[in-house]
């Protein structure tokens, strides 16, 4: 499958990114089941923790969208080799579907793919299944 119009809506998400303390500026695009795409940036805080990541972004906007079935996701960056989402993101992503497609790519083009049960192969889904079963 290609996912450039997926990866064109996360670089053009990117350009509206918040890091002036990183200047690591990252968007996210998300591609939903229905075939929306719901697109996220990362907005950093003085406080660090507060920060929001782009995927977390993305998905809260699909949420809000009404639509939670995910199927893919690219995240562009300007590093030089392509970035997978942080754990948080990763297990936040896994709530909705644990095989979702992650596509990681640079503004350079380099671009990498990954499942996310590869990604996050012992996420609380799988807990979750076996504290039910006790």
């Not at 809000?64 to 030089?80: Q, R, S």
């Amino acid at each position: 499958m290609s996912y450039t119009k997926l990866i064109e809506a996360a670089t053009r998400a990117r350009s509206r990114a918040h890091a002036p303390y990183s200047k690591f500026s990252v968007g996210a695009a998300l591609l939903t089941k229905s075939g929306t795409i719901f697109t996220g940036c990362n907005v950093e805080n003085v406080s660090l923790g507060l920060t929001i990541c782009a995927e977390r972004s993305a998905v809260a906007a699909a949420v809000a969208g009404g639509d939670k079935e995910l199927a893919a996701i690219a995240i562009v960056t300007d590093f030089p080799e392509p970035v997978f989402p942080c754990g948080a993101c990763r297990q936040v992503l896994a709530e909705f579907n644990p095989e979702l497609e992650v596509v990681a790519s640079t503004i350079g083009g380099r671009n990498e793919t990954a499942l996310l049960s590869k990604l996050l192969p012992c996420s609380d889904q799988k807990i979750l299944e076996s504290i039910t079963n006790v």
